[in-house]
């Protein structure tokens, strides 16, 4: 039985997807990115100011309001951490917990017993566009009804731009290589999910973490998918076209 669980993740991943069905079983917690804007969290949690305390007592008060809403009411904490994120987390946690020999150990004190899920997606230049699109567009998330569940900026077109889709892609398999470097180090062997399988079959792979996990999974029929698939045609005809400039 795992106290905790950590999403260990890249951008377009599925994430999103994943935090939404393991909330809706109401016994895997509530993960969000807890890590990112920490001052909107500290606000929605109505924390003291930082300036009104010192910066070790902000930390450990927000790590203690991240629990408690990570665990969502059950007795399993949840966090989803992207790879560019995780350094920051462990310079926090070792300036509450100092003198742990490996962030493993800093987060184990923190979290208690927990299980790495390594979300990952096999075709990086379809993740790299996916990025990109919703960096363009300003819509990162839809509803399987087509209505937008997130929009960080005014409605734009997307335009096909071969270099950025080259550094995106580089950037996606670079942290997706350090998040695998990171494990190794730390002795961890992860549950690995693919976007590719969560997308296609999302009852049968939450069924898979919530039995790692020890909690007793929904009824496949109760698993109703939060978030839809943004790719479409125009996604595949920017692949197709940076295959063929990539091999000019």
């Known amino acids: 039985m795992f106290d905790a669980y950590i999403m260990c993740g890249t951008p377009r991943t599925g994430s999103t997807l994943l935090c939404g069905l393991l909330a809706s079983t109401r016994t895997a917690g509530d993960p969000h990115s807890f890590y990112q804007d920490v001052a909107e969290w500290a606000e929605e949690w109505a924390l003291p100011h930082p300036e009104t305390m010192t910066a070790h007592e902000f930390d450990v008060a927000y790590l203690d309001a991240a629990i408690r809403a990570g ?76 209505t937008e569940i997130e929009r960080v900026a005014p409605p734009q077109e997307p335009r096909y731009d071969f270099e950025r889709i080259q550094h995106e892609l580089a950037e996606v398999e670079t942290y997706h290589a350090a998040w695998n470097i990171w494990f190794a180090k730390q002795g961890i062997v992860p549950l690995r999910i693919g976007y590719e399988s969560l997308s296609a079959n999302p009852a049968a792979t939450l069924a898979s973490i919530c039995e790692a996990l020890g909690v007793p999974p929904p009824n496949s029929g109760d698993i109703k998918p939060g978030v839809a698939k943004l790719s479409d045609e125009t996604s595949l005809d920017w692949m197709r076209r940076f295959r063929r400039d990539a091999a000019v």
């Open 71 to 146: 665990k969502g009411g059950t007795n399993v904490f949840g966090l989803r951490l992207m790879r560019e994120n995780l350094d920051e987390l462990s310079a926090i946690l070792d300036g509450i917990f100092p003198d742990l020999p490996s962030d493993k150990a800093r987060f184990e004190k923190a979290f208690g017993r927990v299980l790495y899920i390594h979300l990952s997606r096999e075709n990086k230049l379809a993740q790299a566009v996916s990025l990109i699109r919703a960096e363009q567009t300003g819509l990162w998330h839809i509803a399987p009804d087509g």
